[in-house]
Nanobody
Framework: QVQLIESGGGSVQPGGSLRLSCEAS?????LGWFRQAPGKEREFVAA????????YYADAVKGRFTISKDNAKNTMYLQMNSLKLEDTAVYFC??????????????????WGQGTQVTVSS
């Protein structure tokens, strides 16, 4: 079973940047990024298959967040630029084998990282 280790959260001012990392014990299927703010449902942020395919982004982060991969390290990164107050949340990476139509759904991922807090405040 795939195991995930997240790192890279923290606090930053609006307009700042953070990079999240998700190291997987093995590369399989796709890896998604989701976030959950207090009192809100978990929402899709971005996703990419380990092999081939294009990255997918939520409209709220498109143009600001970028997924990259280091296959040698079994690690996927989420570079977050131009952070906004509304980006504050716990961010999770998740592994699974979603099909195209489900790649944005939390239910399509069966293995989740421990989550890392991202706080954007002035």
């Amino acid at each position: 079973q795939v195991q995930l280790i997240e790192s890279g959260g923290g606090s930053v001012q609006p307009g700042g940047s953070l990079r999240l990392s998700c190291e997987a014990s093995q590369r399989d299927g796709a890896l998604g990024w989701f976030r959950q703010a207090p009192g809100k449902e978990r929402e899709f942020v971005a996703a990419s298959r380990w092999i081939g395919g294009i990255p997918y982004y939520a409209d709220a982060v498109k143009g600001r967040f970028t997924i990259s991969k280091d296959n040698a390290k079994n690690t996927m990164y989420l570079q977050m630029n131009s952070l906004k107050l509304e980006d504050t949340a716990v961010y999770f990476c998740a592994a699974g084998r979603p099909i195209l139509s489900t790649i944005r759904r939390p239910s399509a991922y069966n293995i989740w990282g421990q989550g890392t807090q991202v706080t954007v405040s002035s």
